[in-house]
């Protein structure tokens, strides 16, 4: 083969493609997570605003993106099927430096989380674990539709918003917060599911047991919608116990809109997921700001 026509071999990440393993559409969730357990504390950010700015870095860019980039390095087989263009099969991160990436994002997390005191840094302990937990063998999490889904929910809304909660106010956050955290963590599986739709040959292929694979994707489906609106009921009636009324008015305006957006979903699972993850997702979220809103007066 001629050298014009031979590949090139980089020695070097791509700084583009390095930007595109740490995935900063992913960073969200666990962002504004974060700003609901700093709002749901009660505590007035003033004089507070550096934590609460750490925190939203610290829960995104820095441990979010450590895990994406552990997840392409674990996952650059399944990629090479399922999204070949992603920057590890590609080529334009060679060799091992996807490993690398990913290690010097677990020792700044660490770092980072560090500087958020002792219950920051608990949690980024516990964040970080949960990242390589989810991703690399032996545990491998995500080998099942059950516990990977369930992880990386707890991982990407329960664990940010109690950390955000538990910064501000340097304790331990109160009962109904935690719950509440919890909740929207559970019902995060069937957002975690619907993610999984992307990759069901390279699942398949792999023997990774994702729900669309195990389920077929319409089971799989209805089965995270149960999954993503059955907490959030449960949201509303204690939002009512707690007299809260018009917040739970709220939530429940927000579930009806992602139950009308499930029924458009459930026509053509696989067609439409990419059309839900980018609507009735939003109102998911919209809803954890509204019941934080609401823990900050109990």
């Excluded at 304790?171 to 599911?193: D, E, K, Q, R, W």
Aim: net charge positive; aromatic share 10%.
């Amino acid at each position: 083969m001629s050298l014009a026509t031979s590949p090139i071999q980089r020695r070097l990440p791509e700084p583009a493609a390095a930007l595109q393993l740490i995935k900063p559409i992913t960073w969200f969730p666990p962002m504004w997570a974060y700003l609901c357990g700093a709002v749901s504390s009660g505590v007035s950010p003033s004089g507070q605003w550096g934590l609460v700015l750490l925190g939203v870095i610290l829960a995104g860019p820095v441990v979010c993106g450590m895990s994406q980039a552990a997840n392409d390095w674990c996952d650059r087989d399944v990629d090479a099927i399922n999204e070949p263009h992603r920057p590890i099969p590609s080529g334009r991160i060679p060799g091992q430096w996807g490993l690398w990436i990913a290690l010097a994002m677990t020792v700044l997390s660490l770092f980072v989380g560090y500087q958020l005191g002792p219950w920051g840094f608990a949690a980024t302990l516990m964040g970080v674990a949960a990242a390589w937990a989810y991703s690399a063998e032996p545990i491998r999490a995500k080998r099942s539709g059950w516990w990977g889904p369930g992880l990386c929910g707890l991982a990407y809304e329960t664990l940010p918003w109690i950390t955000g909660a538990a910064v501000l106010s340097a304790g331990a956050p109160s009962t109904p917060i935690i719950v509440i955290a919890v909740l929207y963590g559970l019902g995060a599986h069937g957002i975690m599911t619907l993610n999984d739709f992307k990759a069901i040959e390279g699942d398949r292929q792999m023997g990774l047991r994702s729900l669309p694979v195990t389920l077929g994707p319409d089971r799989a489906a209805r089965l995270a919608c149960i999954i993503m609106a059955v907490p959030q009921t449960a949201v509303v009636a204690l939002l009512l116990w707690w007299d809260k009324p018009l917040h739970a008015l709220g939530v429940t305006i927000m579930l009806g809109v992602q139950l009308a957006a499930m029924r458009i979903l459930l026509r053509d699972p696989e067609g439409k997921t990419p059309w839900y993850q980018g609507t009735g997702i939003l109102f998911y979220i919209s809803g954890m700001m509204i019941a934080a809103f609401a823990l900050r007066g109990l």
